[in-house]
């Protein structure tokens, strides 16, 4: 018989994935161009030329046998390493390659790292806003998602609502930052603060609380924002990241798992995720897309543009009376809609070919995203579109 | 708190593995070229030239944005349509995109298949001797394995056994055909009665029971083997695919689900299977692997070195008195091991460099398995060790 669960879940429509079908209509009569489509997280700078390169070379040069072979379900042992070795230089951490799991994205990171701390009906905590993807992460590993209030001050965290509803059944946290959809990169104060709480409440209940950090973005941080790297501060982390911000490469669908050394349990977990994998069909990704990574470890794409269109914006929406905590990283931002209503505040931006997320999906009312992951000229062409929306409707 | 399941999961040690390591130790000590390893099924020829051309070409002309650009979670429309085209072509059945889900590999298609039939607490019945990684694919979504004992005899089915096991609580039948191990392809007979059966403990019951016939080595089959389709034969199948063997590409992680037009819910289920992915954190195949397999999905890599390893291997044990149904496809053969223990036996035949794998851990004892996809030239020095092996110990 068809399982029913998975059936319901057809019912669900995406709201980004409706603007963004909205958004493609929309083109088709009046030129893309012409929308201002401001609705999906897809990179739009190119992945650097060294990954091309190497792919090139590899599949010039390479024994085809060895290039497609088997990979341990673990990833490639060298590219483990070299993942390794690059997370130690930057962030001043001691992994080896047995702390590294590669998987398909992060998508696969977490649902092997969720498996690996949390049994079906125990909690997983994250903080609105979040990206809503994750609750079906979560909640089909069959432990449960709880979403700790927002904190609309700052976009930090609610530490109050937080430590009350870290109770026992809690085996997880999970963060994401620099975070989708507000841009709000966690400051070093916020992690630490996070992670006092954390430990005391391990303590309390006697059992590990693990912190499953989603890192996606970590390599798109503006200028002088303060973006630590939570494992330090925190043992029992696992860090959960995917080169498809970073190196522009969503659909190659790689990334990794990297296990704090000094974790409950760290030389497992690794060996832990491949049986995991075993039962999500995952078992390991692309050989020859780890190895160009690999190669390219310390390169991004040209983030610089996101930081350029977030300022752009930044002053505009300021100019024009929004209110908005200013981004530190990401390519998104969060402001607050200029009626409590953010789904008739999306809905009424359409008329002027603004295409915007608004934040019920999120996990918090009344604000609304824009990915402004689209060239930097056609940000500037949707300034005019703002000032005669916000003078015509408010 | 560490998941205990997966953590036992770490006791168990693979015997296929555990020979290979010995093989590869070993031949740090002769020379590999002297060790005849015959443990691992891993292709031993090349994929085509095109798919390499292919990728390059893709690499070099493409724009990046595109070529590394999400896939959707189904597939890449275009691709989806090409497998369908191609199937449709070889096999006589009317798929459209919309029946196809790509996936990484058989092991992800598996994955996929099974969470849409079948409920945790629900069986799944495969037939011996099987691969041995169902058992954690299966029961790892919930489900439970369950393995009909073999047919000896033909290594066809055992249909008295498959019709007592047949029960209500079943919800699919997994096969695999052409079979690791015994290399034996099912003949359209076979298929057909276990079709009959099937159909008639559907009516019974009251509830659909699905065929997942899982095909990785559906390309390599022998001259004038009788090889249906097995789809063709029972409108409830989810076939499961893999170009790990046919292209040589076991590293890339591609493959896909086509399901049968006619069977139930036929036009939903690929998009349950992208809801599934959600849990699982699959969410696509590489997009650069997706389109450049979608270019050359009527050609394989050379497979007619298993065909011609089969017959060297198949004739000298016939000489030496074995007993063995003579495969019909794959790059397997499974003998009878020549005493009843069949792990004594190859323990035994690993002093003269004999890496076989008992037929234990297949759910069958008192065979061995051999993995001829290595160098005929190989092949041919191997039996000499085997006639040594036999009149020494036998």
Chains 1, 2 share one sequence.
Do not use: W
């Not at 497609?68 to 962030?91: C, D, M, T, W």
């Amino acid at each position: 018989m068809i399982v029913q669960k998975y059936k319901d879940m057809l019912q669900g429509k995406s709201v980004i994935r409706q603007l963004s079908e909205f958004a493609t209509q929309r083109g088709k009569e009046i030129g893309y161009e012409n929308v201002f489509d401001y609705s999906l997280g897809n990179p739009s700078v190119p992945v650097p030329q060294a990954f091309t390169d190497t792919m090139i070379r590899m599949l010039q040069e390479k024994n085809p046998m060895e290039l497609h072979g088997y990979s341990q379900s673990l990833g490639i042992p060298s590219v483990r390493e070299k993942v390794a070795a690059s997370l130690n230089e930057r962030f001043g951490m001691h992994y080896t390659g047995n702390h590294i799991f590669m998987t398909t994205g992060a998508a696969g990171a977490i649902a092997h790292a969720v498996r690996c701390v949390a049994e079906p009906g125990d909690e997983v905590l994250t903080f609105a806003p979040y990206f809503p993807e994750y609750a079906p992460y979560i909640n089909l590993t069959g432990a449960v998602l709880k979403v700790v209030p927002a904190d609309t001050e700052s976009f930090q965290i609610n530490f109050e609502a937080f430590e009350q509803m870290l109770t026992d059944k809690v085996a997880a946290v999970l963060i994401n930052t620099p975070n989708n959809p507000s841009g709000m990169v966690y400051s070093t104060q916020t992690i630490q603060e996070m992670a006092r709480i954390m430990r005391e409440k391990e303590e309390q209940y006697g059992h590990d609380i693990f912190l499953i950090s989603d890192e996606p973005y970590r390599e798109i941080v503006f200028a002088g924002v303060d973006a630590p790297y939570p494992s330090r501060f925190y043992d029992n982390t696992l860090s959960c990241y995917s080169f498809s911000k970073s190196l522009s490469l969503p659909g190659e669908r790689i990334g990794y798992v990297a296990v704090n050394p000094a974790c409950t349990d760290a030389d497992i977990i690794s060996v832990m995720c491949s049986q995991i994998s075993r039962g999500t069909g995952h078992n390991c990704p692309p050989s020859i897309i780890q190895l160009a990574v690999s190669e390219v470890l310390d390169l991004t794409a040209d983030l610089s543009v996101y930081e350029t269109n977030m300022n752009i914006l930044y002053k505009e929406l300021m100019n024009l009376g929004f209110e908005c905590v200013k981004p530190g990283g990401t390519f998104y931002i969060f402001p607050r809609a200029l009626e409590e209503d953010a789904v008739a505040f999306s809905e009424k931006a359409k008329k002027y070919d603004l295409i915007l997320v608004p934040s019920d999906s999120f996990g918090v009312k009344g604000y609304f995203r824009l990915a402004y992951c689209i060239d930097t000229e056609k940000v500037e062409r949707s300034l005019e579109a703002f000032r005669k929306f916000v003078k015509a409707e408010y």
